[in-house]
Nanobody, 125 residues
C-alpha cells in the first residue's frame, strides 16, 4: 500500500514562491510515476507535473511549464514541487499522487491510483 503525505502549502503574494513536499512510504520512486495535481472549488482536478525516475523523464502541463519544477529525493522518499512566480489562479488544493509506472507516465488524473490528502495553496493579488 502506497501512502503519501503532502506538506508545504500556505498563503503567498502573487509573484512569490512555495515548495511543496510529498513524503512517500517505501522506496517507490524508481517503479512509480509520481505526480502533482490541483483542484479549485467548482473545478475538476487537473494535472500539474509528473516525474518517472525509472526512465528519467518529467512532464509539465501548460499551467506549470516554465514556473514549476518537479523533483524527487530518492534517499528521503520525498517528492517536491517548486513553484515560482505564483499567480492568484494557482490557488487550489494540491495533491501528490502515484501510479504504477510500467514504462508509462503522464499527468492524467485517471492514471493515478494513490493520492495524498492535499495541501492548500493560496495566492493573493
Amino acid at each position: 500500500q502506497v501512502q503519501l503525505v503532502e506538506s508545504g502549502g500556505g498563503s503567498v503574494q502573487a509573484g512569490g514562491s512555495l515548495r511543496l513536499s510529498c513524503a512517500a512510504s517505501g522506496n517507490i520512486f524508481s517503479r512509480y510515476c509520481m505526480g502533482w495535481f490541483r483542484q479549485s472549488p467548482g473545478k475538476k482536478r487537473e494535472g500539474v507535473a509528473a516525474i518517472y525516475a525509472g526512465v528519467g523523464t518529467t512532464y509539465y502541463t501548460d499551467s506549470s511549464k516554465g514556473r514549476f519544477t518537479i523533483s524527487q529525493d530518492n534517499a528521503q522518499n520525498t517528492l517536491y514541487l517548486q513553484m515560482n512566480s505564483l499567480k492568484p489562479e494557482d490557488t487550489a488544493m494540491y495533491y501528490c499522487a502515484a501510479a504504477w509506472g510500467g514504462g508509462y507516465c503522464s499527468t492524467g488524473v485517471s492514471d493515478f491510483g494513490y493520492w495524498g490528502q492535499g495541501t492548500q495553496v493560496t495566492v493573493s493579488s
